[in-house]
């Protein structure tokens, strides 16, 4: 069983930025791809976008050029830098790691507010 905890989450003005982290339990993780997602009040969970166990990265039309994910294995930690954040980027955070058979893992989300 792998445990996924996000951390960062915080309310910041439009034009500001902030990192999420997603920190894995297991070292498993690195092998896999993994991914962010959102969820906005009143409206469907959302692909961010993903990063593969090489780093290979690819994102939601709506963050490209402005959020980029990376990845430590060393420290199974998976992290989303925002820029430029909008007020439309308002939303609860996800990290994902589909482990195969070995699970589909979530976070418990974390908290993204944008306002002035």
């Known amino acids: 069983q792998v445990q996924l905890v996000e951390s960062g989450g915080d309310l910041v003005q439009p034009g500001g930025s902030l990192r999420l982290s997603c920190a894995a339990s297991?070292?498993?993780?690195?092998?896999?791809?993994m991914k962010w997602y959102r969820q906005a009040p009143g409206k469907q969970r959302e692909l961010v976008g993903t990063?593969?166990?090489?780093?290979?990265?690819n994102y939601a039309d709506s963050v490209k050029g402005r959020f980029t994910i990376f990845r430590d294995n060393a420290k199974n930690t998976m992290y989303l830098q925002m820029d430029s954040l909008k007020v439309e980027d308002t939303a609860v955070y996800y990290c994902?790691?589909?482990?195969?058979?070995?699970?589909?893992?979530w976070g418990q989300g974390t908290q993204v507010t944008v306002s002035s």
């Open positions: 994902n790691c589909p482990a195969g058979m070995l699970g589909d893992f």
């Open positions: 297991g070292a498993i993780v690195r092998f896999y791809v």
């Open positions: 990063i593969s166990s090489s780093g290979s990265t």
